[in-house]
Nanobody, 116 residues
Framework: QVQLVESGGGLVQPGASLRLPCRASGFTFGNYTMRWYRQAPGKEREFVAVIGSTIGDTNYADSAKGRFTISRDNTKNTVYLQMNNLNPEDTAVYYC?????????WGQGTQVTVSS
């Protein structure tokens, strides 16, 4: 079955960096677009970044542009979110997602807390 497992979250100070990997299994990873979303306390889940399956084209939410980088390693079935210059507004649970056969799949999420 489809599984997405995020990791790499934690408590960091403002200005710090984190790299979140999401390992996928149960489907042909290289054939699918992968996305990162996040959900802050009391808010709806919001789009962060997307990377295409073929040429690896990317797109970002305005809040992520210039600070976050999405990438993928199809040999490792893993998508990454590199986050730099983090600020308290980035505090959220981060989820990777894939849409396969008209169904959305999500991982369990990884908590990122930015606080001094």
């Amino acid at each position: 079955q489809v599984q997405l497992v995020e990791s790499g979250g934690g408590l960091v100070q403002p200005g710090a960096s984190l790299r979140l990997p999401c390992r996928a299994s149960g489907f042909t990873f290289g054939n699918y677009t992968m996305r990162w979303y996040r959900q802050a306390p009391g808010k709806e889940r919001e789009f962060v970044a997307v990377i295409g399956s073929t040429i690896g084209d990317t797109n970002y939410a305005d809040s992520a542009k210039g600070r976050f980088t999405i990438s993928r390693d199809n040999t490792k079935n893993t998508v990454y979110l590199q986050m730099n210059n983090l600020n308290p507004e980035d505090t959220a649970v981060y989820y990777c997602g894939a849409r396969i056969m008209y169904k959305n799949y999500w991982g369990q999420g990884t908590q990122v807390t930015v606080s001094s």
